[in-house]
T-cell receptor, first 113, second 111 residues
Framework: GAGVSQSPSNKVTEKGKDVELRCDPI?????LYWYRQSLGQGLEFLIY????????KSGLPSDRFSAERTGGSVSTLTIQRTQQEDSAVYLC???????????FGPGTRLLVL | GESVGLHLPTLSVQEGDNSIINCAYS??????FIWYKQESGKGPQFIID?????DKRQGQRVTVLLNKTVKHLSLQIAATQPGDSAVYFC??????????FGQGTELSVKP
C-alpha cells in the first residue's frame, strides 16, 4: 500500500516568510510524528499526534513552529517568520498505534535564504 | 531525559562479511527500540524493532540484540552487500510516542 507522503519535496524561501509543509500518513495509522534532521545529524523530535488526544508539542523549538492534524489524517507543519537556522529536512512519520513501528516519508528539504 | 549514542560514526566492511553496529542509551525505563537505515536523499527506512521484554530478535539477514543491564543495543547484518551501504540509526522510545535518535553510523561496503 501507499506509504507516508510529504509535500513539497523541496522548498526554498526567504528569511522572514512563512512556510507550510504537508504530511499524508499511512491510511489507518492513528499516530503521526514530525521530526527535523539537520545536515549530517540525527533526527530531532518536534511534535506527535495520537488520535484525538492533545498533541505532544515538547520538541517544538520556538513559538514560530506549529502543527495541525485535521480529521485524524493529514497534518500541516507551519513555520512562521523563517530563519536561516530553520534550514533542514523535515520528516513526517506515522504508526498504527503509539509505541509501534514508525514509518517515515521522504521528507521536505527546506532552505531559508 | 534520554540520550542515545553510537560507538562509531563510520564503519567499513568487506562485501560478504558480517557488520555490527552498536548503540548505547541512557534511560533504563526505555522499553522500545528501533533500527533504521537511511540512504542519501531519502527518509529513514524501518529495519527491525525490539521491545524490552526480549533480548534478541531476528529478521532477514539482520539481528538486533538488547542488553538492558548495560543499556546497549546492537544491529548485526549478515553477509553484508553493497546495497547495505547507508547510515544506520538506532532510536529509543521511553514509554511515550516520540523516538530519540542516535547520531548514526555510516556503513560502507567494499566490493
Amino acid at each position: 500500500g501507499a506509504g507516508v507522503s510529504q509535500s513539497p519535496s523541496n522548498k526554498v524561501t526567504e528569511k522572514g516568510k512563512d512556510v507550510e509543509l504537508r504530511c499524508d500518513p499511512i491510511s489507518g495509522h492513528t499516530a503521526l510524528y514530525w521530526y527535523r534532521q539537520s545536515l549530517g545529524q540525527g533526527l530531532e523530535f518536534l511534535i506527535y499526534f495520537q488520535g484525538n488526544s492533545a498533541p505532544d508539542k515538547s520538541g517544538l523549538p520556538s513559538d514560530r513552529f506549529s502543527a495541525e492534524r485535521t480529521g485524524g489524517s493529514v497534518s500541516t507543519l507551519t513555520i512562521q517568520r523563517t530563519q536561516q537556522e530553520d534550514s533542514a529536512v523535515y520528516l513526517c512519520a506515522s504508526s498504527l498505534e503509539r509505541q509501534e513501528a514508525q514509518y517515515f516519508g521522504p521528507g521536505t528539504r527546506l532552505l531559508v535564504l | 531525559g534520554e540520550s542515545v549514542g553510537l560507538h562509531l560514526p563510520t564503519l567499513s566492511v568487506q562485501e560478504g562479511d558480517n557488520s555490527i553496529i552498536n548503540c548505547a542509551y541512557s534511560n533504563s525505563a526505555s522499553d522500545y527500540f528501533i533500527w533504521y537505515k537511511q540512504e542519501s536523499g531519502k527518509g529513514p527506512q524501518f529495519i527491525i524493532d525490539i521491545r524490552s521484554n526480549m533480548d534478541k530478535r531476528q529478521g532477514q539477514r539482520v539481528t538486533v540484540l538488547l542488553n538492558k543491564t548495560v543499556k546497549h543495543l546492537s544491529l548485526q547484518i549478515a553477509a553484508t552487500q553493497p546495497g547495505d551501504s547507508a547510515v544506520y540509526f538506532c532510536a529509543v522510545n521511553n514509554q511515550g510516542g516520540k523516538l530519540i535518535f542516535g547520531q548514526g553510523t555510516e556503513l560502507s561496503v567494499k566490493p
